[in-house]
């Protein structure tokens, strides 16, 4: 038997194969891969798992780098797939690992080490991620709240009575970001300007300093990576100060904090009660930030 049929821990994606008189169905399609000790391995996944780790690829195929799309396990049985900048050297061992899996089934030892390597560099962006993810209730300190995190004081007169409750003098922490908002002409241009519900479930618009929402939403889409799930951002408060976090939610409750945003695009104000799914969201924000 050329290939062994089995998953074990990180794996490198090298390509699809077909192995004469197999009949798979239209939406499976059989992997090749080659792990950290440089055997071949081959196994029947999913079309769209195939797919989901090639789209992983997309920034570093178009900036033209080389690039290698790895599964990681992150847990006993999950693995996530991650793609990587590899160098130029490792990316010519990589094509020629292929070029040997396809045919032999093996790889010489002078290319063995070259799988390690580049799982290696996988493997370390994992934990880094993971470790971001932990680290992510860092706090902004209290002295940069005013620049970090500040309400804008000025509506158009149509926002006013969406923004601003006339029953509320403030609101309710924590928020939870629903939707990047066009500036207007208050906004700073350092600013970028937030659709948020806070936790009574009251719409706010918030005005964020953009190299602490950029860095964080470029954290949120490394952890949802990781995770292999959806999730949102919270702005949370403390004895601290304020701090941004992250929250996994349901495809449901994502589909009910759009309809919140739908509504809100529709008529400035919500009409109707917010939907379950969206008050789930909401209720475990106050709870986990309290």
Same mark, same amino acid.
């Given at each position: 038997?050329?290939?062994?049929?089995?998953?074990?821990?990180?794996?490198?994606?090298?390509?699809?194969?077909?192995?004469?008189?197999?009949?798979?169905?239209?939406?499976?399609?059989?992997?090749?891969?080659?792990?950290?000790?440089?055997?071949?391995?081959?196994?029947?996944?999913?079309?769209?798992?195939?797919?989901?780790?090639?789209?992983?690829?997309?920034?570093?195929?178009?900036?033209?780098?080389?690039?290698?799309?790895?599964?990681?396990?992150?847990?006993?049985?999950?693995?996530?797939?991650?793609?990587?900048?590899?160098?130029?050297?490792?990316?010519?061992?990589?094509?020629?690992?292929?070029?040997?899996?396809?045919?032999?089934?093996?790889?010489?030892?002078? !290319?063995?080490?070259?799988?390690? +390597? =580049?799982?290696?560099?996988? &493997?370390?962006?994992? #934990?880094?991620?993971?470790?971001?993810? @932990?680290?992510?209730?860092?706090?902004?300190?209290?002295?940069?709240?005013?620049?970090?995190?500040?309400?804008?004081?000025?509506?158009?007169?149509?926002?006013?009575?969406?923004?601003?409750?006339?029953?509320?003098?403030?609101?309710?922490?924590?928020?939870?970001?629903?939707?990047?908002?066009?500036?207007?002409?208050?906004?700073?241009?350092?600013?970028?300007?937030?659709?948020?519900?806070?936790?009574?479930?009251?719409?706010?618009?918030?005005?964020?300093?953009?190299?602490?929402?950029?860095?964080?939403?470029?954290?949120?889409?490394?952890?949802?990576?990781?995770?292999?799930?959806?999730?949102?951002?919270?702005?949370?408060?403390?004895?601290?100060? !304020?701090?941004?976090?992250?929250? +996994? =939610?349901?495809?449901?409750? &994502?589909?009910?904090? #759009?309809?919140?945003?739908?509504?809100? @695009?529709?008529?400035?104000?919500?009409?109707?009660?917010?939907?379950?799914?969206?008050?789930?969201?909401?209720?475990?924000?106050?709870?986990?930030?309290?």
């Amino acid at each position: 038997m050329l290939f062994q049929r089995h998953y074990h821990n990180d794996l490198i994606y090298l390509t699809s194969i077909q192995i004469a008189s197999e009949q798979l169905p239209h939406d499976k399609v059989r992997m090749l891969y080659c792990n950290s000790a440089g055997k071949i391995l081959t196994a029947i996944i999913e079309n769209a798992a195939y797919e989901r780790a090639k789209t992983e690829a997309d920034d570093l195929r178009r900036t033209k780098k080389n690039y290698a799309i790895l599964d990681i396990e992150t847990a006993p049985g999950t693995l996530v797939p991650l793609a990587i900048a590899i160098s130029p050297e490792q990316s010519s061992a990589l094509n020629l690992i292929t070029e040997h899996a396809i045919k032999k089934g093996a790889i010489p030892g002078v !290319l063995k080490r070259y799988p390690k +390597e =580049i799982i290696g560099i996988g &493997r370390f962006q994992c #934990e880094e991620l993971k470790s971001q993810q @932990e680290k992510a209730r860092n706090h902004i300190s209290s002295r940069k709240i005013p620049e970090a995190l500040q309400r804008l004081t000025y509506f158009p007169g149509d926002y006013m009575q969406v923004v601003a409750p006339l029953y509320k003098a403030e609101y309710r922490y924590p928020l939870v970001i629903l939707k990047h908002l066009a500036p207007d002409k208050n906004t700073p241009q350092n600013v970028h300007r937030f659709l948020t519900v806070d936790g009574e479930g009251d719409l706010v618009i918030i005005g964020i300093q953009r190299e602490i929402i950029d860095k964080a939403e470029e954290i949120l889409e490394q952890w949802k990576r990781v995770k292999n799930s959806d999730g949102c951002i919270i702005i949370y408060k403390d004895q601290d100060g !304020l701090g941004i976090s992250y929250m +996994e =939610i349901s495809a449901l409750q &994502r589909n009910a904090l #759009e309809s919140v945003v739908q509504k809100f @695009e529709e008529s400035r104000y919500l009409q109707d009660s917010i939907a379950s799914d969206a008050i789930t969201v909401i209720s475990r924000a106050t709870n986990y930030f309290q």
